[in-house]
């Protein structure tokens, strides 16, 4: 079963508001195994919504669209569908009723417009709205059918999960889409797609391998579609280790495993703690360390030598090596200071030119250092980009190099 | 002049991330003057890709595409354009060597396959991308503008802003529409809004006032639109002058005069030096100051003292005092210790509880302090919000009491 979702409202067009609504949908279609192939938006306009309800029907079994259904003029899902499906709006008496009790109830004169909320196109269906004042709408038209539910995130929700969802199951079923996120550090997507190459070729056809990177890492997503739970998640396991068996230790981990969550597991499992040494990164190789909660228990802090004198003075750094900050030299005294200043096991260093302007090394050149119970280790790295993506490059790549360290990679 | 936006990735279509390229090309296009008619996204997939390019250029004269432009398997917007404009691809010579170069410039073997992002569809052009390696396109097609963009949102909104608005804007001749933005700090967004209501009632109507939260500021969107520049200038300049005397020294600047470029500023005309002494921000404050380049004319460096150890010994704080680590008399401490310690004018300090765990205090409670030429002074604030919202929250806080503390207003 395919589906397409349509999202109603100028304001999305223009930007104003993002189309979070589209995303839930999404979500909760491919949770209930129904391929979702299209997301519109369009705006308040009867004729256009129509034009786009038309064209889905010509495309999928299932159309979900949001927004458009309150009482103002600008609403007109309503009479778009009625449009699209060529029949007559009829007025529900007992939504009509229920729409006057709600008004009386809190005391209030009530707007004759909000009884267009009780307008149903002719043989459809209304679905209740236990949250507000909006109903929602179920036409079967040519066998198609058209679910309507408010834009209202919160109402739109509740109306997905407790009557389109269950329908959706029950007649999808059994397919399951589900999906996995495999995180990669230190290899360029190309590099990362190049290496996965002749997986995707024997993958099964129900498979399929996509590439996200950026923050100096990618992120290889695994979707597979099956009958139930448990064999989806095996064609996800049986993926997971092709992915493994090709990258190695270039996986960070799955899910939410990012590098500073797999550097803090591998420190607590060794029971060592950590100090970071900073320059051209300013203090977010710390500041990314600290997102993770309970990071006191093995971060102790950094000193962030942004001067030269800094680095002489706070990390113990040789003047004479500082006349070449930028360099392999000065980056394992960093590391070595780090670790005995803040008297932790291992010390991160990073110390390079982020730009605009070159210094002593051109724009990109970072130079990382590890310190620790098991010797030094420094790496040159050549980072492309702006300062913000140097620097943001050069955490990721100071994180991954004490990762390799703990798994005795390097 | 009207326009559709085509956004592509599965991903999208799961749910798993938001569309938020079409909100920003929405509202990039409304500022040119352009109608955005339709919002559209699709698969990894050259067939629907393509049919979705069909229907738009039927429909309307441009069609800005966001995504499928990398360089893997999955990236097939380049193929479903050439399908859509019936015409074969062919490799760009001239930027199949800059891909090359760059690869050999950063010492590593290049995959083949990225010399995917060199094949354009015959008769257009190519659109470089400074900050990334996918290119952009501009293909035209009977009287109709196909835009193709990359979908990493930082290089997507480059090339729109450098590229594909100037080009509409200039296309769609006659109104300007113009705005600028006023950055806020140390206020909430409906404070801002109350106290520019009066200002809001009184602006001529094609003066308009919008408002966006986060990160610690309020940023105030003045936008007109009038026949020339000079004209729409001038009601900038009035709107402007209008909002800061509402609000005073609560504005930081326009434009991209951040709270750091301010601060470093100010540093700058006095002479004086800073340096940081960070406990729940993990660095994240010196980070932030070095965003900014020519920091190091300033900027000395930092001491994160994650544990109360290091906060004893790096610091200096007096170890009874550490009974209650989050406290303004340890933020002062802080602060004094960051001074004399980095040997530099000003110390700001920041103490405080980030979650998800309640410590000494109740998440968000946070301490700020500075001590310079003027004295010592010291702030607690309660910060909203989960455990990065409350360390961005604390970073902007922080840096706007150093703002006030060097603007002598406080």
Redesign the interface.
């Known amino acids: 079963m395919r589906a397409e979702v349509i999202a109603v409202g100028t304001e999305?067009?223009?930007?104003?508001?993002?189309?979070?609504n589209?995303?839930?949908?999404?979500?909760?279609l491919?949770r209930a195994g129904v391929d979702?192939?299209?997301?519109?938006?369009?705006?308040d306009n009867e004729e256009?919504i129509a034009a786009?309800i038309s064209?889905a029907i010509e495309r999928v079994e299932v159309v979900v669209i949001t927004g458009g259904l309150g009482p103002t003029q600008d609403d007109v899902t309503r009479e778009a569908i009625a449009r699209a499906a060529a029949r007559p709006l009829r007025r529900d008496e007992l939504v009509a009723a229920g729409i006057r009790a709600r008004f009386e109830r809190f005391g209030r004169a009530m707007p004759e417009m909000n009884l267009r909320q009780a307008d149903v196109p002719e043989g459809g269906a209304v679905i209740d709205n236990p949250i507000g004042t909006a109903p929602g709408l179920l036409v079967e038209h040519r066998g198609r059918l058209i679910w309507a539910l408010p834009g209202v995130p919160s109402e739109m929700r509740r109306m997905l999960e407790e009557s389109v969802i269950p329908d959706l199951t029950r007649r999808a079923r059994g397919a399951t889409?589900v999906?996995r996120v495999v995180r990669v550090a230190g290899m360029?997507?190309?590099?990362v797609?190049?290496a996965l190459?002749p997986l995707?070729v024997r993958a099964p056809k129900a498979t399929?391998?996509?590439?996200?990177?950026?923050g100096g890492e990618v992120r290889v997503?695994i979707?597979t579609k099956a009958l139930g739970e448990t064999p989806a998640s095996g064609a996800l396991d049986d993926a997971e280790a092709g992915v493994r068996a090709a990258l190695g230790a270039a996986v960070v981990g799955v899910g939410d495993e990012t590098l500073e969550r797999a550097v803090g597991r591998l420190l607590g499992e060794r029971g060592w703690s950590l100090g970071?040494a900073?320059s051209?990164?300013?203090?977010?190789?710390?500041?990314r360390?600290?997102?993770v909660?309970g990071?006191?228990g093995y971060?102790?802090?950094?000193?962030?030598?942004?001067?030269a004198?800094?680095k002489g003075?706070?990390l113990g750094v040789d003047p004479a090596l500082l006349q070449r900050p930028v360099s392999a030299e000065v980056a394992e005294a960093m590391a070595r200071g780090a670790r005995s200043?803040?008297?932790c096991d291992v010390g991160l260093a990073a110390t390079g030119v982020?730009?605009?302007?070159e210094q002593s090394a051109p724009v990109?050149t970072v130079f990382l250092a590890v310190d620790g119970p098991r010797g030094g280790r420094v790496r040159e790295v050549?980072?492309?980009?702006?300062?913000?993506?140097v620097?943001a490059l050069a955490v990721a790549a100071a994180l991954n190099l004490l990762r390799l360290y703990l798994m005795e990679e390097i």
């Open positions: 999305l067009l223009l930007g104003q508001i993002e189309n979070s589209a995303a839930v949908i999404g979500e909760a491919a979702c192939v299209r997301h519109t938006a369009v705006g256009r786009a064209e889409i999906s360029s997507e190309s590099a797609a190049e190459g995707w399929t391998i996509a590439f996200l990177a950026g997503r979707t970071c900073e051209l990164t300013g203090g977010l190789i710390g500041g360390m600290t997102t909660p990071a006191s971060f102790r802090g950094s000193i962030v030598a942004y001067s004198a800094m003075e706070a200043r803040i008297g982020a730009g605009p302007a990109g050549r980072l492309p980009g702006e300062r913000e993506t620097r």
